[in-house]
């Protein structure tokens, strides 16, 4: 796979830029690719990165949520945007996979209600040959629709891999290493290869879509950003496989 380099983006001045060019970009394919990572990522943890995939500029932005803080969310561009503005706005396109834990954690560390959210998770669902009781992860749909070479798919797994050697728990790791600074050449890596995927998925996802699922999908999504508003809201656990009810 091409490696190129992520912008980290640590300063608010860096934040108004990134701003000004996440507004008025087109919607169909989405602009905009994002995921997060962090520590127990959910109301119940904290956000460390926000990863943003640009596809007009093909960049990958990583957002040092835990040294900015609100200020990643709040500091204005010269144009008065902010990224809060940007991720509730209904009409900037903005794809996630999997958007419950990241709406939740968005939310309630920041006060961000998502809006204009298409789930890739829920487009590969629905466009699915065979049951669709279960959801598949993100790795999963890599693997079998990203259309990656041999040698692509290998040097994403190795990528994978070297991150998880670092953060995952059972391999001897600490999430705590997304907290620490400067961050190191293989979480930079696995924080970006994964959302610069994501376009290749919805592309092969949204061309098999056929419209009488068009509807129950926005139905589908907005409950999945609303699970930030429930009392009680658990973002691990067996019934995070389950689809929704109405896909099955």
Partial sequence: ??????KIIDTTAAIGELVELLTDVPNNPPSVYVDLEGINLSRHGSISIM????????????????????????HPSTSGRTLKGILEDENIQKAFFDVRNDSDALYAHFGVHLAGIQDIQLLELTTRSGS????????????????????????????????????APERG?????????????????????????LPKLWAVYNGKL?????????????????????????GVGRHMAQSPSGFA
């Fill in 1 to 6: 796979m091409t490696d190129l380099s992520p």
């Fill in 173 to 197: 790791g600490s999430y705590e290493v997304f907290n620490a600074r400067p961050l190191s050449e293989a979480i930079i890596k696995y924080c970006s290869q994964d959302v610069r995927i």
């Fill in 51 to 74: 990863q943003i995939f640009s596809l007009p500029r093909n960049e990958v932005y990583l957002i040092d949520v835990h040294t900015l803080g609100q200020e990643a969310f709040s």
């Fill in 132 to 167: 669709r009781r279960f959801i598949n992860g993100l790795a999963r749909c890599i693997e079998r629709d990203a259309g990656l070479t041999w040698s692509e798919a290998s040097g994403w797994k190795d990528i994978k891999d070297n991150g998880r050697q670092l953060f």
């Fill in 210 to 234: 056929g419209w009488r699922w068009k509807e129950k999908i926005e139905v589908a999504t907005r409950d999945r950003i609303n699970v930030c508003f429930q009392a009680v809201y658990t």
